[in-house]
């Protein structure tokens, strides 16, 4: 194992996973781009890295909803199929989702949807509701929830 911690692959390894946390998927397809071609060294290199903890899906599910959520908006529906895109496992996925606080999301959808609705010019009519609620579902927020958010706004 010390030979991988000292071989240049490893240590780009480190500087990959060290610049923003990554996914385990993301550092294979890396590791093959560098030209690891044998599945047993590809695997000591990322058990490597998970055992030095420069690696750990956990922590990018975190900082993955949290980056979403707070910065772009984005519901659970739409964070959960790009992290699924992304080879997450679905457990990991959902206890990250179960993170955020109910009443915290439904204050987001409702800013977000304030927010586009004061930007459409036919906001009140019947064209206007289906761009917004479009919108919404386009984020990534449950139809349910779209739907009752439109209707009061």
Known sequence: MTSYKEGTIYQKAIRYCGYQERT??????????????QKEEEVRIIQALQEDNFLNEERYVEAFIRGKFLGKQWGKRKMFD?????GVDSVLIQKGLATIETTDYLQHLRYVANRKKQSLAEASSIQGMQKLTNYLLQKGYEPDLVTQTVQES
């Open 82 to 86: 790009v992290l699924t895109k992304k």
């Open 24 to 37: 385990e998927k993301e550092v294979q397809e890396k590791l093959r781009a560098w030209g690891v071609a």
